[in-house]
Structures are given as C-alpha cells and as structure tokens.
C-alpha cells in the first residue's frame, strides 16, 4: 500500500520564503544593521572585539561587510556563561534554554518573548514546507526541556495550527501506541530514533506503511541520503531533513521543501555564510567550507557570525517549489566529529554511507577506535537484520567481507567488522553516539 | 519433502545460547533437534522444532534474528557402510551438503539426520529416486513421537 502525499497547502507565514531576491537582501540588510547596532550596544565582548578591528556599526553597509565582522566561536557562550552574551535585561528574558554541557558547564542560550515568537514562526514555515498543516496531528518526540528541540517543534506546531501531541523522547512502545491510535500525520525526532521506532512497530506486529503517518521531521543530529532512503523504504513515509542549533535558535533554522534537496535556509531570519574553516574567508555559493550564521532578529542573544563547525555548501539554484532561500547541502560531517585514523580523516557518515551501500543492512552501529601497540585501529560493530542473516556461516563472512570492503572503498582505512545481535548496541532517544575512541589523545 | 529448520544469531560470548532457548522453554515448544555452528565472533543456532511458526514469532518477538531455511530429514540405516550408501547418491547427482546434523531419537536400526543441501530438491529427488525414506514435517512429527 502506498500513501497519499497530498500537495502542501501555501500558509501565509510562508510568504517570507518567496521573497524576490532584491527584496529579500534588502530586508537581510536592515536586520543587518540593527543586529549589529544591538549587539555592539549591549554585548562587552562583541564591542571589544569590533573595537580591536577599529569598527563601528555604521561600517557596516551592506551584506558584503558582514566579512569584515568578528567570528563568535562556542567557547565563546561558554565563557560568558551564564549570562554573559545577553543583550537584553533579565526582566525581558521568558525564556531559557542549554546545551547537554558534555565538557563542563553547558551554553546557555536566551529569548524574549518576540524572541519566542519569532521561532514559533521559523518552525511553523519548517512544517509548512514539507506539507504539513491544520488538521495534521504532528506526534513531538523531541525532548522537552532544557534541549531546543522539544518546545521549538512544539510551539510551531501550535501555531501552524496543527494537532501536537508532546510525548517527548523515550518509552519506544507507548510511542508507537499512540502513533498508531491517534492516526498521526507526521513525527518529529532524530532519524537514528526514528529507526528504533520502525524495529521496535515491527516486533509488536505495526506496520508503519498501514498508518496515516506520512511525513517525519528529522534533525538534530547528521544523516546520509542512504538512511533517508532506507527510512522512506520501510515505513512508507517521506523523511525531511531540518536544521538548527541552539546557539542561533534551535531548530527551524532551515528545513527542506517537499522537493527534499536540502534544507532551505530562512534567510531573513538568519543570514548564512560559508567559510573557509582554516583561514576564514568567506567562500562563494557551491563551495563546501564551514557554516557560519548571523541572526538577523534575535533580541535576547544576538550571535553574529557564529561558527557552527558543521561542514556544508550553500546551493543558490531555483527550487522546484519557488522559493528564493538557499539552501544548505545535507551536513554529514561536523568538523567536530572527525576522527583522524593513521593519519587518513575519518567522519561516522562516511562509515554510515558505507555500509549502507551493503543491500539489507540497518544502520544501527558502532565506532570503536583504539591504539593497539601504536597503531591506531577501528572496529565497526553491525547488527544482524534478518534481510541479511543466513543460515551458513559462509554466507555470514561473506557479508562481512562485503562491509569491510565498502567502509575501504568509502573511507580509505580497513576497518574489523563485528557482527552482533539485534539491539546490543545503546539507542539513543536523541542524538546517536556512534563513536567510542579509547585512544588517549 | 523438507521441513523447517530456525537459524537464530548469536554472538560468541558466554550466556548467548541460553536466551533463545529459554523462550522456547517458556512457550512450551520442544527442540526436536539442534546444532550449533560457531566462528571466533558468532554462532548460527540451528534447530528444529515441531511448532516452528509459533518458536518464529516467540524468537522475533523477544529481539532475535530469524531465518526459516528448508532442510531435508532423512533415515540412515544405522551401520557400516549407511552414510556412504546415501553420499555416493547426492555425489552422483551433483548435489553439495552444507551442512548436516543428527536427530537424537533413533528408529529401530535407522537414525535420523538432518542435511542442508546446496539444492534441495535435486536431492530429494535423487534420493527418492534410490528408495531413501525422506521424511517431510508431519512424517517426523509422528516418528518422533512414537
């Protein structure tokens, strides 16, 4: 049985994502200016630094003087923390959020509420893009709390005017149940959690290809064009990628159009840049370099060029479905996550792609480096799927050999292969951790 | 004329065999025969059960990985000479053995083995062919539990 996707229906808050381009950099420019203003006015760091580069707000006078400005880096939040970049009092302030701190204090982010209402707008034009609307019943399994993902998806669920149902992450079964008797529309998680969910629906005899459930909103952590294809393949449903972080907004800051070629960026909301990551210099539409992003409207905590470290190209060509935004290429790789293995740079992506070029494997595995008598070597552990388990222990090497030749081919190192049971390896309810790297480096 | 064997995945570590087996114990089904292949990693559990619809979904219900393959139950005059008498078929025919193991009930001066060949039906049909008594699931049912 296949699903009915229905065309998506124009909201009027899209009109923003329409916006002529003349227009559109017109608006970016006004914002431009105030932003700078704001933050100069208000944020000590940020004067000094515009300070040491003997600038004023007034030097900024159109988008290409953006490259003059000063870069804001993470370690930046987490030296202010926790209130050190605000640039509104805390009388103003309705909202906080943070980053799981994995190396001490977490980042502490801040909203007002126009702040607030902005990104219930960036969501709701998130879920209008891939189609969704009143009437759609979007079940939230992103986590509520400190985490963006959770009240980002919410309130521009609400004020898309659609159905929310704010389950938050985790209780897998309890998940599927109410994904099945509500007859939900579309779900907003992480795609490794969105996998778990389609093993588990299969165990307890639910097939997600029999639900209404049509469209799942993924992010918050990287994914291949293999693991949506897979995704799509098993459960029937169209999986779109969106983008965020919490220092700009958290989600919402760019979602793909039902065209699914890359998440289109809301421009007017935050301006986006791409750079060369080694020497900073801004690098031109198709280029891939890292991603840098200014908020043109935040009031509470401004960030101008932050360095998201997330490694991407800006596509400028038209899209099918007319917007003028551009869209940011699908982020496999976090410059963050790269591991460097006997000298050859590795991302998990890569180990991702890789086995997913195998026919039947399910991406649910596991990075394991070490230094074994100074040498570095990497185990990738896989779980068995019943697609590609075999009764003869031929068969079984054979796939094995298989998949450590693919990850070769990918990714240029040999890699062991580990076969092991069906869910041994931890699921996460949020962000997968796929790497596990004993080496003391 | 095959019946059903399950393959079940297990990691080479201690305590893995007992899993799959407890949940038989627990749904009532008895092991009618099994074998255990085993690599340095990983084990192929194979075994055959009457109620193998029922042990599949026990199995997959409780996480396990499951594959149904068909294999060829046979009886082998228990005595010099038997095994060779039913290989000197299958190598006339061209057939491969994959693997073989052996029920445990014995039938007056006949055992009972199971074979996985490399064609199935080509087997059967060569042994028929030379008056081997080749036992589909209900035959073995009966026999096994006389």
Same mark, same amino acid.
């Given at each position: 049985m296949s699903k009915v996707h229905p065309p998506p229906i124009m909201h009027p808050a899209s009109a923003m994502d329409f916006l002529p381009?003349?227009?559109?950099?017109?608006?970016?420019?006004?914002?431009?200016?105030?932003?700078?203003?704001?933050?100069?006015?208000?944020?000590?760091?940020?004067?000094?630094?515009?300070?040491?580069?003997?600038?004023?707000?007034?030097?900024?006078?159109?988008?290409?003087?953006?490259?003059?400005?000063?870069?804001?880096?993470?370690?930046?939040?987490?030296?202010?923390?926790?209130?050190?970049?605000?640039?509104?009092?805390?009388?103003?302030?309705?909202?906080?959020?943070?980053?799981?701190?994995?190396?001490?204090?977490?980042?502490?982010?801040?909203?007002? !509420?126009?702040?607030?209402?902005?990104?219930?707008?960036? /969501?709701?034009?998130?879920?209008?893009?891939?189609?969704?609307?009143?009437?759609?019943?979007? !079940?939230?399994?992103?986590?509520? %709390?400190?985490?963006?993902?959770?009240?980002?998806?919410?309130?521009?669920?609400?004020?898309l005017g659609a159905g929310v149902i704010p389950i938050s992450g985790g209780n897998t079964d309890r998940q599927i149940m109410i994904l099945k008797d509500f007859g939900v529309t579309a779900i907003c998680c992480t795609p490794s959690y969105f996998l778990h969910l389609i093993d588990r629906a299969g165990e307890m005899g639910v097939n997600f290809k029999e639900l209404p459930l049509r469209a799942g909103v993924f992010g918050a952590e990287p994914w291949t064009e293999s693991m949506r294809q897979r995704i799509e393949a098993e459960s029937g449903i169209k999986a779109y990628d969106i983008y965020g972080l919490s220092e700009i907004v958290g989600p919402g800051v760019a979602m793909e159009c039902v065209h699914q070629s890359g998440p289109h960026i809301f421009e007017d909301m935050f301006y986006p840049e791409i750079i060369d990551p080694d020497t900073g210099r801004v690098l031109p539409d198709g280029t891939e370099g890292e991603l840098v992003l200014t908020t043109l409207?935040?009031?509470?905590?401004? /960030?101008?060029?932050?360095?998201?470290?997330?490694?991407?190209?800006?596509?400028?060509?038209?899209?099918?479905?007319?917007?003028?935004?551009?869209?940011?290429?699908?982020?496999?790789?976090?410059?963050?996550?790269?591991?460097?293995?006997?000298?050859?740079?590795?991302?998990?992506?890569?180990?991702?792609?890789?086995?997913?070029?195998?026919? %039947?494997?399910?991406?649910?595995?596991?990075?394991?480096?070490?230094?074994?008598?100074?040498?570095?070597?990497?185990?990738? !552990?896989?779980?068995?799927?019943?697609?590609?388990?075999?009764?003869?222990?031929?068969? /079984?090497?054979?796939?094995?050999?298989?998949?450590?030749?693919s990850i070769e081919s990918v990714v240029g190192i040999r890699a062991a292969v580990r076969l092991v049971a069906p869910r041994t390896l931890q699921r996460s309810e949020g962000k997968a951790k796929r790497v596990t790297d004993k080496r003391n480096l | 004329m095959t019946v059903k064997q399950l393959s079940i995945f297990l990691e080479n570590k201690p305590g893995t065999l007992t899993g799959p087996c407890r949940l038989l114990a627990e749904a009532g089904i008895n092991i009618q025969t099994f074998a255990l292949a085993d690599t340095k990693e990983f084990g192929i559990l194979r075994l055959i059960v009457h109620e193998w619809e029922k042990a599949k979904q026990v199995l997959e219900q409780n996480g396990c990985v499951v594959r149904i393959t068909d294999v060829v139950a046979l009886e082998v005059p228990d005595h010099p000479g038997g095994l060779v008498h039913l290989l000197e078929i299958l190598e006339q025919a061209g057939v491969n053995v994959e693997y073989t193991y052996a029920f445990t009930d014995k039938l007056g001066d006949r055992v009972l083995l199971a074979f996985r060949f490399g064609d199935n039906e080509a087997a059967v049909k060569a042994l028929q062919a030379a008056k081997v008594n080749v036992l589909g699931t209900t035959e073995l049912a009966r026999r096994l539990n006389t």
């Open positions: 381009p003349a227009q559109l950099q017109q608006v970016q420019l006004t914002r431009l200016k105030a932003m700078v203003q704001r933050a100069y006015d208000h944020v000590a760091l940020f004067r000094q630094r515009m300070e040491e580069r003997h600038l004023q707000p007034p030097d900024v006078n159109s988008l290409a003087d953006l490259e003059k400005l000063p870069f804001t880096v993470k370690a930046d939040l987490r030296d202010a923390y926790p209130f050190g970049l605000f640039a509104s009092p805390l009388s103003e302030i309705v909202r906080f959020h943070a980053s799981s701190g994995t190396t001490g204090k977490p980042i502490v982010v801040a909203y007002t !509420q126009e702040d607030v209402d902005d990104w219930s707008q960036a /969501m709701l034009r998130s879920f209008a893009a891939c189609g969704l609307h009143r009437g759609d019943i979007i !079940q939230n399994a992103y986590g509520y %709390g400190l985490f963006t993902g959770g009240l980002g998806a919410h309130y521009g669920a609400e004020a409207c935040k009031r509470a905590m401004p /960030m101008i060029r932050y360095r998201t470290r997330d490694i991407t190209s800006l596509a400028a060509d038209r899209c099918p479905c007319g917007r003028t935004l551009r869209r940011i290429c699908r982020i496999g790789r976090r410059s963050d996550d790269m591991l460097i293995i006997r000298g050859v740079n590795m991302f998990p992506s890569q180990i991702e792609a890789a086995l997913l070029k195998v026919e %039947g494997t399910l991406p649910h595995y596991h990075i394991l480096v070490d230094r074994v008598k100074g040498l570095d070597t990497v185990e990738v !552990q896989v779980e068995v799927t019943p697609e590609v388990f075999s009764d003869t222990v031929g068969a /079984m090497e054979q796939l094995q050999a298989r998949l450590s030749h | -």
